[in-house]
Structures are given as structure tokens and as C-alpha cells.
């Protein structure tokens, strides 16, 4: 995938702030400190348009990029990370969860899991709400650099396991670091996005 434009759009935290231009959106789910904006400044070949903190929990709205014109990458907040105050992550919760139910343009979600860990329970509740809402999924196991080359088959079993991931759910091995994964992942969503524009 050839980027020729990528900017930041918009924070938005009520769904009037979304943008209205009916783009295709693939949206981000992962704890905090996964890696998403890595993962996301990699996606689109940029060092710093999404900005990666050090203090996880920091976003706490949705983050819009549009990219080539063509679709939007929306960060969610992360989520799991104890120093967020339960009514603050009950916010994040109605908020995360009126998207995924309402949001037309929401063409696939891409759930981000650090393959060195098994998935939190934060992880199997995010993917359980996917299956529930019916909504395309890809799982991105992130920082594949960090593991050995000959145990990322057993750590894709494990992610896969603990998730009781459907078959049917690609999962993209992915690595912010190498690249790995990159073209793969650009594969599924172009394709995702193809799909919904073939479907009546």
C-alpha cells in the first residue's frame, strides 16, 4: 500500500464530532501500552503522527487519521490500565460500545494483542463484544520482534485459544520494529473495505 496522505482529523468523544464524509473506518482495540500508535505510524509509513506516550491510558477519545483519501484509522482508547478511574473507564466503555453498535462507516475492527502475553480478560471481553455486534475482526499480534522466530507459531495458538477466536477471523503477525506484517495487514483491510462495497 502506497501512502501518499496521511493526517490526523480529529479527538472526538460524542458521535456529532465523527467525521461525515462516509468513509470506510477501521478501528483500533488494545490495552494500553500495546502499541497501537506504533503500529498505526507504521501502517502509514510516518514516525510520529500518531503519538506514542509513555504514560499509558493517556487517549481517551477516538482518534481519526484519514489515509489517501480513502479510509479512516480510528484509535480507540486503550483500555485495561488500573490508574484510569472506574467512571472514566465507564465513559470509555458506553463510548467504545455505542460505536461499535451504531457507527455505519465501521468497516473492521482490528484487535491489537501483544503475542509475548496471553490476552488479558480485558482482550476476550473487547472480542466477545466483536462477535456479539457481528462485526468483521482482524487480530494483530504485535511485537513479533520480541519473540524468537521459532515460538511464534505457539503464541499465535495461544492468542487464538484464550480468545476462542472464530476461524474465520484472520490474525496478521506484526511488528512496528521489522515492518513484518505490514503489507498483510493493508491486505485485509483494503480487502475488508472491497467486501462491504461488493455486498448489496
Given at each position: ?91 470509555f466503555g458506553e463510548m467504545i460500545e455505542t460505536y461499535l453498535r451504531d457507527r455505519e462507516p465501521h468497516k473492521l475492527q482490528l484487535l491489537i494483542i501483544d503475542i509475548r502475553h496471553e490476552p488479558s480478560k480485558d482482550d476476550v471481553l473487547m472480542y466477545n463484544w466483536l462477535k456479539h455486534y457481528e462485526i468483521p475482526t482482524c487480530i494483530v499480534a ?59
Amino acid at each position: 500500500m502506497k501512502i501518499l496522505d496521511a493526517q490526523f482529523v480529529i479527538s472526538a468523544v460524542r458521535p456529532q464530532q465523527y467525521p461525515e464524509d462516509a468513509l470506510p473506518e477501521i478501528a483500533l482495540a488494545g490495552r494500553s501500552n500495546v502499541g497501537k500508535s506504533s503500529l498505526i505510524n507504521k501502517l502509514i509509513l510516518r514516525k510520529n503522527l500518531a503519538r506514542t506516550s509513555s504514560q499509558p491510558g493517556k487517549t481517551q477519545q477516538l482518534n481519526y487519521y484519514r489515509v489517501n483519501d480513502l479510509l479512516y484509522l480510528v484509535d480507540f482508547p486503550g483500555y485495561g490500565y488500573a490508574k484510569v478511574s472506574k467512571t472514566q473507564r465507564e465513559k470509555f466503555g458506553e463510548m467504545i460500545e455505542t460505536y461499535l453498535r451504531d457507527r455505519e462507516p465501521h468497516k473492521l475492527q482490528l484487535l491489537i494483542i501483544d503475542i509475548r502475553h496471553e490476552p488479558s480478560k480485558d482482550d476476550v471481553l473487547m472480542y466477545n463484544w466483536l462477535k456479539h455486534y457481528e462485526i468483521p475482526t482482524c487480530i494483530v499480534a504485535t511485537k513479533a520482534d520480541k519473540i524468537p522466530r521459532s515460538k511464534w507459531d505457539k503464541h499465535v495458538k495461544m492468542v487464538k485459544t484464550t480468545l476462542e477466536a472464530d476461524p474465520r477471523d484472520p490474525v496478521v503477525l506484526f511488528s512496528s520494529e521489522t515492518g513484518l506484517g505490514r503489507e498483510q495487514l493493508w491486505d485485509v483491510i483494503l480487502g475488508a473495505i472491497a467486501s462491504e462495497e461488493e455486498s448489496p
